[in-house]
Nanobody
Framework: QVQLVESGGGLVQPGGSLRLSCAASGFILDYYAVGWFRQAPGKEREEVACISAIGVIDGSTYYLDSVKGRFTASRDNAKTTAYLQMNSLKPEDTAVYYC??????????????WGQGTQVTVSS
């Protein structure tokens, strides 16, 4: 069974950091790009980051402008886990964060599988 499970969310003060994990099972993560999305109450879901499968030349990474320089997506295929390191967090980063996968590259908006989400709250 294909599963993606996010973890690592929580409450953090502005300027703090969190590292989200996305554990995959039931498929070969190596072949998939991993996207990170967030949705805040009353707002549309938005893609914040993506990291492509290894070996993909085009569309290797993507970052939402508002998180560039603060968020870093990575992956450890041997652990079948992807990560989103979030630094210098701001209150506007507060949202439920989801990971999702699609074949190959980060190009395109259609993702095949989604995790359940993990809450990130940035507040003093």
């Amino acid at each position: 069974q294909v599963q993606l499970v996010e973890s690592g969310g929580g409450l953090v003060q502005p300027g703090g950091s969190l590292r989200l994990s996305c554990a995959a099972s039931g498929f070969i993560l190596d072949y998939y790009a991993v996207g990170w999305f967030r949705q805040a109450p009353g707002k549309e879901r938005e893609e914040v980051a993506c990291i492509s499968a290894i070996g993909v030349i085009d569309g290797s990474t993507y970052y939402l402008d508002s998180v560039k320089g603060r968020f870093t997506a990575s992956r450890d295929n041997a652990k079948t886990t992807a990560y989103l390191q979030m630094n210098s967090l701001k209150p506007e980063d507060t949202a439920v964060y989801y990971c999702a996968v699609r074949p190959g590259s980060c190009l395109g908006d259609e993702y095949d599988h989604w995790g359940q989400g993990t809450q990130v709250t940035v507040s003093s």
